[in-house]
């Protein structure tokens, strides 16, 4: 909801929130996992936070996390802990590199290009799009999944029924399809499957990697009309880029990773860390770094909160 001030409020059941207030509890969650998984109290952290997160969002961000009861001794952008992650396995190049960082998570897009030397990373520019991410590819393929069940029985799953089985009915059906797609990263074809959608009807559709491709190319084409941004902005073409580095769940789809191999010349992607993962890992390195005073470096285009 948009409240009278123009701020973004989250309506539940019973009550009204802020989003601050739903990261203090998210956070407090996290750290008493962590306290559990550990044995011990955490109290300092480093926190990872989008490229575009500006002063406002950062300030808030810190408050949140001392409200649940952590130290803040560093804020790291997504994508500069993801190099940090991957300039592990880049440490015996010898001198300058340029690295482009192609973040595609579920919700958001970041992408960055950065310099690493020795234990040296320069991020130079960011870009991205908040508002593109692997849920508009599931969407692609629900809508896909509804047209062909429309073009079968003459029923738009979108607007029959009431609203509450209408709504559990196509949380059910996204589920299943963020599930095949999974599966489609792996295998030629995958069959979306559920029951009484429309009476006794079922909905069966088949789809094959290609067609799941041609659904999403759209969306996919926003991502590389992103990385020409960014080329631009730092006066820089592909052949000016030494190594492509994969972070995100949706950077697993095999024609994302077609497109962007394709964009570099048949460039090597990197892929050695868990792209769900990289982010996690660089913010454990430079907290690690911190703690113990070893000399990374991390140089950031706005490193304040």
Known sequence: LAAEDGKIEIKLKKQILLPEQVLVNLVAHFKKRADEYFNDNAINVVVTVPAYFNRRQKVLTHEACNKAGLNVIRFISEPAA?????????????GKRKGLIFDL??????????????????ILATDGDPYLGGE???????????DT???????????????????????????????????????????????????SELLVVTVTRDTFSKLIKPNVDKCMKVVDQILAKCQM???????????????RIPYVQERLSEKFGGKHLMKKIKQEEAVARGAAI??????????????ELDPRF
């Open 82 to 94: 993801a190099a940090v992650a991957y300039g592990v396995h880049l440490q015996n190049q010898s």
């Open 105 to 122: 998570g579920g919700g958001t897009f970041d992408v960055a290009i950065l310099e690493l030397e020795n234990k040296k990373i320069k």
């Open 136 to 146: 508009d590819f599931d969407n692609s393929l629900i809508q896909h999944c509804v």
């Open 149 to 199: 069940f429309k073009g079968k029985h003459g029923v738009d799953l979108m607007k029959v029924g009431s609203d509450a089985k209408r709504s559990i009915d196509l949380k059910r059906l996204k589920i299943e399809c963020e599930k095949q797609k999974r599966f489609l990263s792996s295998a030629g074809k995958a069959t979306i499957s559920m029951d009484a959608v429309y009476g």
């Open 237 to 251: 073409k592909e052949a000016d880029i030494d190594d492509v580095m994969l972070v995100g769940g949706s950077t």
């Open 286 to 299: 430079v907290a690690y770094n911190i703690e113990n005073k070893l000399d990374v470096i991390v140089q």
